[in-house]
């Protein structure tokens, strides 16, 4: 659909990754307006900025990542900070209608979202943030007439004598014919997750964390004493394994900025860990399933080989302490009653952890690549799945491979998302 | 990586060498009619000690001589007596009598062959009962594989006074397979697999013929998962495994559902919908995810709309048995497929006692196989899924150095 936009590519600037359980969305507060620029600005793209920027939690559950705003990022000739916001998809439904009341379409912008919900969440973004039209400081809303005819057809009344009113809505007020017409909308810009999460990654492993690595991996991850976090450089990424962890798995092979592939996925993802521990333990939140992971021991869960073979399983080099069967133990009623929530969490998270890195470590095999980047919300906060996958990677396949992890974990879509939309050229 | 080990060879040899000074010693009249060779002295057993269940095949001689009945030992008797006009023993252990197979040839005797099972757990009474009907004065080998083979022992050492030829797991699976794919199945066939299996009318469980089986990958899931790529008789690897097998299945059933036996969780799940605990491409895109090629129907998140308090409160325990039976078939096959793919082999034989009376997920493991494989692989099932590691133990009793 053709739009009618503002010269420059207007603010305010987002990204935002519609995923199966999170929202993500980036925002670029400018921190070089000039005083020019500042009297121009629009109201309400003067409070969208203050409300955003002057808070770290927003409604019940929007959240911004304070330690991972990008500060000083230059981004398009503009100066200014990059904010990292997310709050749960169920929560969307509130956005658009908060976007709504802010009349967020009046500000001629386009929405760059990506994620399975740009797709869900489309016509809702188009029905609430409906088109606009002013006359004479009277709003008109057009609820669903996004065809370009119907547009058109409202315009020619419009234009041509007493106001008509399109589908829905009406005005109260009666004015005069003829005024000038602004015609406002949103565009939603649908793009493909995958393609943002790898531009979005590259981008923000090149500019850097203020000034530290955006990369890094652990040393000795199975000795709690001597495990390191350190600095990875990524500057030639190719190829890469990109596992991003979300709801679900997509595992991605990256040859170039441009070359990749969607190797496999896997549904038992950050989705069914917290799934799981919502029924097994009662808890609610992610941090809370952490948390009682934390104290758990998943050995009183799980069946190990030495629990089957009373030690190795020498012949195929399986360990005496790895897992045989998931969960086995809990056939068994009397091992029920003495396990306890923070077990089952932590047998949960492992479970989940170790298929993860299984199928990551086949995938590597064979695309025939040592370097596993793993990304995706379910790592946030989450260093012990981060070991469990350092130590895995690199124990099973005999130090061949590497885990990698990157700080902005679960935003790259988002960040890919903003990309797209300053890449767009201005007469579109 | 994986060891086709030096240690498992030596270990071998002094296995077969025990077995000869045993069956030297204990000399009887039984030779077989066709060969020199000598045969093992009756009860012949093979048996697979796995995390969960114990696997016993057990031969039954119906050419019994008069005379050879005149000197059978008291005990010997008893046993076979004991274990053929029974099918279940004790309050665990059962006969899956139809699987028996009958008119069999092994050695030159002919007889029938029992399959028994038993929950690993009851193992120690298991060596007990052995103890107290004297079966170690029988001098007769037991062969036994399965971890259990190397866990217990010492058991059957110190309990049972019997001296126990261990062997590996996934030669004996093999061998099992050969075999018995080899004698069919009382005429017919062993191997099968399904055609149009989601659709409950039409779906069909047709003879597959394995006559050329390499190369093939084997997927044995018992409580864990291992998988083989066989290329010969003799030539194997285990290409990988998942711990996510038919004991996560039925261990987080039992957490999920308060059920307790294996039969009741498939009762559950065969009542139940998954798509009320799982969240699907189509939850999370509206419809297809077409640019990769996932259907709104496929799976995104297993149990992922069980982070809603909402949609907890509103499933089943009989969703939940669903969800947790397709969850760990879902991955087992995608893990298979991923293998196949690798080792370029298109043909997936399932076997363990995962899949006992358990259509939903044999039928699930064709679809998915064939569907994300675009008809590239096909899955097959054999009838006697989870016994031929004890068919293979049995066979290297019988294969005389």
Not at chain 1, 31 to 58: C, G, M, P, W
Not at chain 1, 99 to 112: A, D, I, M, V, Y
Not at chain 2, 99 to 118: A, P, Q, S, V
Not at chain 2, 251 to 258: K, M, V
């Amino acid at each position: 659909m053709k739009l009618i936009v503002a010269k420059e590519r207007s603010f305010p600037w987002f990204g935002m990754d519609i995923g199966g359980t999170l929202v993500k969305l980036v925002y670029f507060e400018p921190k070089d307006i000039t005083a020019e620029e500042e009297q121009e600005e629009v109201e309400n793209l003067k409070s969208i900025r203050k409300y955003l920027t002057s808070n770290t939690a927003y409604g019940k559950t929007g959240i911004r990542d304070v330690h991972l705003e990008l500060k000083n990022l230059t981004v398009c000739g503009r100066k200014g900070n990059l904010h990292f916001i997310r709050f749960p998809s169920c929560a969307m439904h509130r956005f658009i209608q908060m976007g709504s009341e802010k009349n967020f379409s009046s500000l001629h912008t386009t929405l760059c979202a990506t994620g399975g919900g740009a797709y869900k969440f489309e016509e809702d973004f188009r029905m609430c943030m409906c088109i606009e039209m002013t006359i004479a400081g009277c709003r008109v809303d057009l609820h669903g007439a996004n065809q370009p005819v119907q547009i058109n057809t409202q315009l020619a009344q419009l234009r041509g004598g007493h106001p008509k009113h399109g589908a829905k809505g009406s005005c109260p007020n009666s004015h005069p014919p003829g005024m000038a017409l602004h015609i406002a909308d949103l565009q939603l810009h649908k793009l493909d997750e995958l393609d943002c999460l790898i531009q979005g990654l590259l981008y923000v492993d090149s500019v850097g964390f203020n000034g530290q690595p955006e990369c890094y991996y652990f040393e000795n991850p199975a000795d709690p004493e001597q495990c390191q976090k350190k600095p990875y450089c990524l500057d030639n990424p190719y190829p890469m394994l990109l596992v991003n962890i979300g709801s679900g798995v997509s595992v991605l092979a990256v040859y170039s900025k441009d070359n990749y592939k969607r190797v496999t996925g896997t549904s038992l993802g950050g989705g069914t860990f917290l799934g799981l521990c919502c029924l097994l333990t009662g808890c609610e939140t992610f941090e809370e399933a952490l948390e009682m992971a934390a104290k758990g021991d998943s050995t009183n869960v799980d069946k190990l080989v030495k629990d089957i073979y009373g030690g190795d399983y020498e012949r195929f080099g399986l360990q005496g302490s790895a897992v045989a069967s998931s969960f086995g133990h809990m056939m068994s009623k009397e091992k029920r009653d003495t396990t306890s929530k923070e077990d089952l969490a932590r047998a949960t998270l492992v479970t989940i952890t170790n298929n993860i890195g299984s199928i990551a470590r086949m995938c590597a095999l064979n695309e025939n690549i040592d370097r596993v980047v793993f990304v995706g919300n379910f790592l946030r906060i989450n260093m012990i799945a981060m070991k469990v996958l350092a130590y895995a990677m690199d124990y099973w396949s005999k130090g061949q491979l590497k885990a990698l992890f990157l700080e902005h974990e679960g935003y790259f879509g988002a960040v890919g998302a903003l990309l797209e939309l300053l890449k767009m050229t201005d007469d579109q | 990586m994986k060891k086709q080990g030096r240690e498992h060879g030596s270990e071998v040899q002094s296995n077969r060498a025990a077995r000869g000074r045993r069956l030297h010693s204990a000399l009887g009249p039984r030779t077989s009619p066709s060969s020199r060779h000598l045969l093992p002295v009756f009860p012949w057993f093979g048996l697979d000690i796995g995390g969960t269940l114990v696997k016993l095949v057990y031969f039954e001689p119906k050419d019994i001589t008069a005379e050879e009945e005149e000197e059978e030992v008291e005990n010997l008797k008893s046993i076979r007596k004991y274990l053929t006009s029974n099918v279940a023993y004790g309050s665990t252990g059962i006969r899956d009598v139809h699987l028996e197979l009958k008119d069999l040839t092994l050695c030159g005797r002919k007889g029938n062959l029992h399959f028994i099972r038993f929950p690993t757990h009851d193992m120690p009474a298991f060596i007990q009962m052995g103890s107290q009907k004297h079966f170690s004065s029988l001098h007769t080998t037991l062969c036994a594989t399965g971890g259990g083979a190397y866990k217990f022992e010492q058991d059957f050492r110190t309990m049972g006074d019997l001296q126990l030829c261990k062997l590996d797991e996934l030669d004996c699976l093999i061998k099992g397979v050969l075999y018995i794919d080899s004698v069919g199945f009382n005429g017919h066939s062993e191997c099968y697999y399904f055609e149009n299996p989601t659709d409950s009318e039409k779906c069909e469980k047709l003879p597959f013929n394995l006559e050329n089986p390499y190369p093939l990958l084997l997927v044995n899931i018992g409580s864990g998962v291992s998988i083989l790529a066989v290329y010969s008789k003799d030539n194997y690897k285990r290409v990988t495994g998942t711990s996510l097998g038919g004991g996560t299945f039925f261990g987080l059933c039992c957490l999920l559902t308060g059920c307790s036996t294996f039969e009741e969780a498939l009762e559950m799940a065969s009542r139940g919908d998954s798509t009320k605990v799982d969240k699907l491409v189509r939850d999370i895109y509206g419809g297809d995810y077409e640019r990769f090629g996932l259907p709104g129907w496929a799976v995104a998140s297993s149990f992922g709309n069980m982070v809603s308090k909402e949609k907890r409160e509103s499933v089943s325990k009989e969703d939940l048995a669903r969800a947790t039976l397709i969850t760990i078939t879902n991955n087992i096959g995608s893990i298979a497929r991923m293998c196949a793919l690798n080792e370029n082999i298109n043909r997936v034989v399932f076997v363990g006692n995962f899949l006992r009376i358990n259509t939903i997920s044999m039928r699930l493991l064709a679809y998915a196989l064939d569907y994300w494989s675009k008809g590239q692989l096909k899955a097959l099932f054999l009838e006697h899924e989870g016994y031929f590691g004890a068919v293979g133990a049995l066979l290297e009793l019988l294969d005389t150095a």
